[in-house]
């Protein structure tokens, strides 16, 4: 059974990086054709798809954050990551890492992690 | 303002079956799968429907979906108090030349 947990400090300042990592157990994050993936969810709004990761590395990013977003993979350690740079306090949400099904354009999300609530306040 | 659009609330009684639109444009779901999400308090949303209407293991056939051009519909019948939640769809969109996946706003399912 394939899981993932999302980590990270909840808290980060205005303009600075908001930093997540995203651990997948019970399965390789190299093996099989998935999409890793970043979903956010501001607080009692709707999910933002925020990017993802394919297996061989390949990234796609939301049009309207994708000046600000990296999302990479560490195939040793079993993670994949995501940062946000210049963050505001619109940014403030619960990110999510989740798993979709590997065809391009997939937005079928299988698994999820439980969320993190990261606020963005100084 | 989502690029899907969906009813912000519904509700029924128990018992009862409830339909749930999500609507879009020929670059998302006229042209690609939709799937549907229930997102109970508190919790990550679940997979309640992929392929536009294909069940992932262990979801219960009181829950269905459909497409019908450049609009997908999420049934659930037999309504449970253990239903009332937040249903999103979602799907693939390629009005640009990368393409991202969209959701749509949001129903809360209420139970009456």
């Known amino acids: 059974q394939v899981q993932l947990q999302e980590s990270g400090p909840g808290l980060v300042k205005p303009s600075q990086t908001l930093s997540l990592t995203c651990t997948v157990s019970g399965g390789s994050i190299s093996s099989g054709s998935y999409y890793w993936s970043w979903i956010r969810q501001p607080a009692g709004k709707g999910l933002e798809w925020i990017g993802r990761i394919y297996t061989s590395g390949s990234t796609n990013y939301n049009p309207s954050l994708k000046s600000r977003v990296t999302i990479s993979v560490d195939t040793s350690k079993n993670q994949f990551s995501l940062k946000l740079s210049s963050v505001t306090a619109a940014d403030t949400a619960v990110y999510y890492c989740?798993?979709?099904?590997?065809?391009?354009?997939?937005?079928?999300?299988?698994?999820w992690g439980q969320g993190t609530l990261v606020t963005v306040s100084s | 303002q989502s690029v899907l659009t969906q009813p912000p609330s519904v509700s029924a009684a128990p018992g009862q079956k409830v339909t749930i639109s999500c609507s879009g444009s020929?670059?998302?779901?006229?042209?690609?799968?939709v799937s549907w999400y229930q997102q109970l308090p508190g919790t990550a949303p679940k997979l309640l429907i992929y392929d536009n209407n294909k069940r992932p293991s262990g979801i219960p056939d009181r829950f269905s979906g459909s497409k019908s051009g450049t609009s997908a519909t999420l049934g659930i019948t037999g309504l449970q108090t253990g239903d009332e939640a937040d249903y999103y769809c979602?799907?693939?969109?390629?009005?640009?030349?990368?393409?991202?996946?969209?959701f749509g706003g949001g129903t809360k399912l209420t139970v009456l």
């Open positions: 020929s670059s998302n779901i006229g042209n690609n799968y």
């Open positions: 979602g799907t693939w969109d390629s009005s640009l030349s990368a393409g991202n996946v969209v």
């Open positions: 989740a798993r979709a099904e590997g065809y391009s354009s997939s937005s079928v999300y299988d698994y």
